[in-house]
């Protein structure tokens, strides 16, 4: 039993009184005997051993053993968790908050996270190229519901499978923590982006708790639904089965992409134009005069600017080019799952070459 009060101590009954520093080895000897081992987690030391604990009988039990029926009780009366150890069935059941949760070997639990590790690597695969794909329909004003709800959908998968990893790193203890590190660096700037996209795209008067809070009850199968997650961000029509709706970014997601540009400036630069079309077609001298801007950050942003616009472009023509042609063979970036949403738009707009040339002159300059 982990916790020891004086509630703990009425229904204790014989046994040994203890007062020693909690250890795997003394706590393993003391377990050899039939009675429970009361620990005071508050002071990790060992209070009782081969005790008998006497719950209120009048307490609900779901279990049949006597021996997890006294635990699931002591559980509920007391508030502490409590485990209880069958060694003839080989379980380990814990109950706490009124739950039990049976603790499978380590070998399971490691087979079923790398089970799950490849899946979030293969989700983090999709969402990484979905995320490219929408930076060239962000920079070319042709951005639909559809386009943003399938980056969301994916940043929303990868959460939920990482917080099931997490889950298992917690069960296996120190045998966990390469696992965690594998998913720190799959999720890493994950929090982030899936702010940033949110702050683009909600409509005034919708914020991003209410949309995670929203998405939190949405159960796996209805968030295949691309409806359901554009009802969720308020975004679609009433009933979000209005996917291909254009919509325009406020251009924070694509700014925090730019190298040594601080959020702040970024969201400094979002507020004074409103668009990321706006700031595409600011000049040097606009941003300049933006608070905490300055002309040393104004090139940065331009540049950054120059550089995404370019890779926009080329990584359109890398969709378009037919298999066999120089830009294929070449091996160029063959652009994101979003270009399946996009496959019907066959050249690159007047609006895309406008934006580029808009931005190339610094870049010429540059060169």
Do not use: C
Not at 199 to 226: H, M, N
Not at 270 to 279: D, Y
């Amino acid at each position: 039993m982990l916790g020891f009060d004086p509630v703990v101590e009425a229904i204790s009954s014989g046994g040994f009184h203890l007062d020693v520093e909690l250890s795997a080895a003394r706590l393993r000897e003391l377990a050899k005997m039939d009675g429970g081992v009361v620990v005071d987690m508050d002071t990790a030391r060992i209070r009782r051993a081969n005790v008998q604990l006497l719950p209120n009988a009048s307490i609900q039990t779901s279990e049949t053993g006597m021996r997890h029926r006294t635990a699931e009780r002591v559980a509920r009366q007391t508030g502490y968790p409590v485990i209880s150890v069958s060694q003839s069935m080989r379980i380990i059941s814990l109950y706490v908050d009124g739950k039990r949760h049976v603790l499978e070997p380590s070998e399971s639990i490691l087979a079923s996270a790398n089970q799950a590790l490849s899946a979030l690597e293969r989700y983090k695969a999709r969402l990484d190229q979905t995320s490219a794909g929408l930076d060239s329909l962000e920079i070319e004003d042709l951005v639909t519901v559809r386009d943003v709800t399938s980056v969301l959908q994916l940043m929303e998968m990868v959460r939920r499978i990482s917080d099931d990893i997490d889950s298992y790193v917690l069960e296996l203890g120190t045998d966990g923590r390469l696992l965690a590190l594998q998913v720190e660096e799959l999720t890493r700037g994950l929090l982030a982006e899936h702010g940033f996209l949110l702050e683009d795209y909600l409509p005034e008067g919708l914020d991003t708790a209410t949309v995670d809070a929203r998405l939190k009850w949405v159960g796996s199968p209805a968030l295949l639904d691309l409806a359901m997650v554009a009802r969720s961000m308020g975004l679609g029509g009433i009933d979000g089965q209005d996917l291909d709706a254009q919509v325009s970014p406020r251009g924070l997601r694509i700014l925090s992409k730019i190298p040594r540009l601080p959020v702040v400036t970024a969201r400094a630069v979002v507020e004074q134009w409103g668009s990321l079309q706006g700031v595409l077609g600011a000049t040097i001298e606009e941003l300049e005069a933006v608070e905490g801007v300055g002309a040393q950050r104004a090139r940065t942003l331009r540049d950054g600017l120059s550089r995404l616009a370019e890779i926009s472009v080329v990584e359109r023509w890398a969709r378009l080019s037919p298999p066999g042609s120089l830009s294929a063979d070449a091996g160029e970036h063959p652009g994101a799952a979003g270009a399946a949403a996009t496959a019907n738009r066959s050249q690159p707009t007047t609006k895309t070459r406008s934006s580029v040339r808009s931005l190339s002159p610094m870049t010429k300059r540059k060169r």
